[in-house]
C-alpha cells in the first residue's frame, strides 16, 4: 500500500520557520522526484520543491529559492522540507507528491503518482 504521510504544517508569524517532513512507503523510490506542491486558496496547485531519490539533485520554484531547502533521509525514507523567511504569500496547503522526475519540466501534476493527503502552511502576525 502506498503512502505518503505529511506532519509539520501550523500557524507560524512572518519570518519563522517551519519544517514538513514526508514519510513515503509502498513503492520503488529510486526512480522518483519526490517534494511538495502548494495550493493557496483561488489559485492553482503548484511546485515548490522536489528532490531526486537516485542522484540527490534538488528543483526549487523562484520564489523559494533561498529560503526552503529539501533533503532526504534514505534510512527513513522520508524527505524534509526546511522552510526559513516564511512570508504571508507562502500560505498554503502543501502536498507531499511523488512524480515521475524532478526538475522545472517534470515536477508537474501530469507527472505525480502518488499524493499525500496535505498540511496547513499559514503564515501570519
Known amino acids: 500500500q502506498v503512502q505518503l504521510v505529511e506532519s509539520g504544517g501550523g500557524l507560524v508569524q512572518p519570518g519563522g520557520s517551519l519544517r514538513l517532513s514526508c514519510a513515503a512507503s509502498g513503492f520503488t523510490f529510486d526512480y522518483y522526484g519526490i517534494g511538495w506542491f502548494r495550493q493557496a486558496p483561488g489559485k492553482e496547485r503548484e511546485g515548490v520543491s522536489c528532490?531526486?531519490?537516485?542522484?540527490?539533485?534538488?528543483y526549487y520554484e523562484d520564489s523559494v529559492k533561498g529560503r526552503f531547502t529539501i533533503s532526504r533521509d534514505g534510512a527513513k525514507n522520508t524527505v524534509y522540507l526546511q522552510m526559513n523567511s516564511l512570508k504571508p504569500e507562502d500560505t498554503a496547503v502543501y502536498y507531499c507528491?511523488?512524480?515521475?522526475?524532478?526538475?522545472?519540466?517534470?515536477?508537474?501534476?501530469?507527472?505525480?503518482?502518488?499524493w499525500g493527503q496535505g498540511t496547513q502552511v499559514t503564515v501570519s502576525s
Open positions: 507528491a511523488a512524480a515521475r522526475g524532478c526538475g522545472y519540466y517534470y515536477y508537474t501534476e501530469d507527472n505525480v503518482d502518488y
Open positions: 528532490i531526486s531519490y537516485n542522484d540527490g539533485s534538488t
